[in-house]
């Protein structure tokens, strides 16, 4: 059974930092991109952060460079977010999600695209002015 569990939420003053976990198990790690997505009240959910396990590589939304770091220990299966200099803005709920798009070929061996994505259950961050 694949899971991810978030950890790590909870309320911060602005210019404050938390870390948040991301736990996963049931899949294979290094074969996904992980990411932190974040959905505030009456917002679209949107990207925060990923990172793909395989090469190391991380991508930032512009409103977070600078501010957010992403990690992982591949050893534990867990990915984290530290955040830094938070502000009012950055409250939401923050998921995370692990996504892979793999090749496969049918039974009469005709190349196809499987996508897998997995989320959590959310975190709330909420961060005061």
């Known amino acids: 059974e694949v899971q991810l569990v978030e950890s790590g939420g909870g309320l911060v003053q602005a210019g404050g930092s938390l870390r948040l976990s991301c736990a996963a198990s049931?899949?294979?790690?290094?074969?996904?991109?992980i990411g932190w997505f974040r959905q505030a009240p009456g917002k679209e959910r949107e990207g925060v952060s990923c990172?793909?396990?395989?090469?190391?590589?991380?991508y930032y939304a512009d409103s977070v460079k600078g501010r957010f770091t992403i990690s992982s220990d591949n050893a534990k299966n867990t990915v984290y977010l530290q955040m830094n200099s938070l502000k009012p803005e950055d409250t939401a709920v923050y998921y995370c999600?692990?996504?892979?798009?793999?090749?496969?070929?049918?039974?009469?061996?005709?190349?196809?695209?499987?996508?897998?994505?997995?989320w959590g259950q959310g975190t709330q961050v909420t961060v005061s002015s």
């Open positions: 990172m793909g396990n395989s090469d190391g590589s991380t």
């Open positions: 049931g899949f294979t790690f290094d074969d996904y991109v």
């Open positions: 999600n692990a996504e892979a798009l793999m090749g496969l070929n049918t039974r009469m061996g005709v190349p196809t695209t499987v996508r897998y994505d997995y």
